[in-house]
Structure formats: structure tokens, C-alpha cells
T-cell receptor
Framework: GESVGLHLPTLSVQEGDNSIINCAYS??????FIWYKQESGKGPQFIID?????DKRQGQRVTVLLNKTVKHLSLQIAATQPGDSAVYFC??????????FGAGTILRVKS | DAGVTQSPTHLIKTRGQHVTLRCSPI?????VSWYQQVLGQGPQFIFQ???????GRGNFPDRFSARQFPNYSSELNVNALLLGDSALYLC??????????????FGPGTRLLVL
């Protein structure tokens, strides 16, 4: 079936700490994954993506890890800031641009 | 460059009415997709259009329809509105149709409330 799920619905971290948001996907044929950040009242904002031929990809303060063996995806945010507070979605790209999203993880950053 | 734009930002309708939502993609993008996001959930795929043709459809009833214009803008139409259609409707654009690795950029959405 098509489903992408998240393990933790809410994650609270202290400002300056690192955050790790996890995601499980079910379609072993998926070959492209994206993390989006959605702030209240806004549309999802692209953060970082990764192709299935990679295990790790780094951006500015963010790292995505892909474990195809267990169909698991994670987003690591370094030195989490208050502006990182949002809902984070992982999505897998199916059938030429159809995105399947998980339910989302709320990240709360405590100052 | 402007990002994906959507109109209107908010809309209130009553059951049984019809609604039309509009989307303008990022300049140079030829593919537009529509998603429905119910409060507390992730977006659900409704349609994808590329070069004015429907290229994908999600599990939504025939009350939902869409089209894409020569300038690549798009409209989403929903007939016979139900209370359950209340949601944030998101439009996303990408450069073109590909088997994968086409980053989709989202607009701010249209918040629809059906009373």
C-alpha cells in the first residue's frame, strides 16, 4: 500500500540541541524522498531531499538519512532554533510526482 | 521570482455549493498538482496536471475536477460541497513531469470552510 508514517507526533527540544525526526515508509519501490516544513497558516516548505541511491545528504544545519533496509528516513536538525518550530512532514515521490505524505511531527523548541 | 500563488486565501461556502480555487505556478514550471490537507493530517494528493493534461488522480470523488490552462495556471473545482470538504487546499508546481526527483514547491493554500 501507499503510506508514509511518523513515529513521534510531537518532539520538544531545548534551543541549541539537535533534533531528530523519524519517518517510516512502506513502498519499497520508492526512490525519492523529501522533507517539508510547514508553519502555521502556510504551505509546506521544501527542506531537503534524497534519492534512493544515497544514504545521507547534508544541507545547511539539516541532514537526511535513508535506510532502505528497514524503510526508514530521518531528518536531523543541528543547533535547533526557535524558528525551527513547525510541523515536519516526510513524503515519498510515487508515479511521477505524486507525493505521499505522513501525518507529520510537531517540533517545539523551548528557549 | 514569485513562488506559487493561490487565490483566494480563505473561502466560506455552504453545503451543496460549488467552489473554484486558482493556482499560478512558479515561472517556468509546467506541472501543477493539487493536494487536500485536513486539519491535523498530511496533504493528500488530488490531481496532477502537465501540459494541460491530467497525469494523475488520487482517491477523490468525481465532484472534484481540475484543469490547466495554456499559461500553466490551474483551477480546482469542487461541486456539491460537503462538510468534510473543509480543508486547506494546496497547489504545488514543478518544472516538468519526470519519473522522480522533481521537487514540488507549494503555495500558501486556500482555506475552505464548508458550513
Amino acid at each position: 500500500g501507499e503510506s508514509v508514517g511518523l513515529h513521534l507526533p510531537t518532539l520538544s527540544v531545548q534551543e541549541g540541541d539537535n533534533s531528530i525526526i523519524n519517518c517510516a515508509y512502506s513502498n519499497s519501490a520508492s526512490d525519492y524522498f523529501i522533507w517539508y516544513k510547514q508553519e502555521s497558516g502556510k504551505g509546506p516548505q521544501f527542506i531537503i531531499d534524497i534519492r534512493s541511491n544515497m544514504d545521507k545528504r547534508q544541507g545547511q544545519r539539516v541532514t537526511v538519512l535513508l535506510n532502505k533496509t528497514v524503510k526508514h528516513l530521518s531528518l536531523q536538525i543541528a543547533a535547533t532554533q526557535p524558528g525551527d518550530s513547525a510541523v515536519y512532514f516526510c513524503a515519498e515521490n510515487l508515479y511521477g510526482n505524486k507525493l505521499v505524505f505522513g501525518a507529520g511531527t510537531i517540533l517545539r523548541v523551548k528557549s | 521570482d514569485a513562488g506559487v500563488t493561490q487565490s483566494p486565501t480563505h473561502l466560506i461556502k455552504t453545503r451543496g455549493q460549488h467552489v473554484t480555487l486558482r493556482c499560478s505556478p512558479i515561472s517556468g514550471h509546467k506541472s501543477v498538482s493539487w493536494y487536500q490537507q485536513v486539519l491535523g493530517q498530511g496533504p493528500q494528493f488530488i490531481f496532477q496536471y502537465y501540459e494541460k493534461e491530467e497525469r494523475g488522480r488520487g482517491n477523490f470523488p468525481d465532484r472534484f475536477s481540475a484543469r490547466q490552462f495554456p499559461n500553466y495556471s490551474s483551477e480546482l473545482n469542487v461541486n456539491a460541497l460537503l462538510l468534510g470538504d473543509s480543508a486547506l487546499y494546496l497547489c504545488a508546481s514543478s518544472r516538468g513531469l519526470a519519473t522522480y526527483q522533481e521537487t514540488q514547491y507549494f503555495g500558501p493554500g486556500t482555506r475552505l470552510l464548508v458550513l
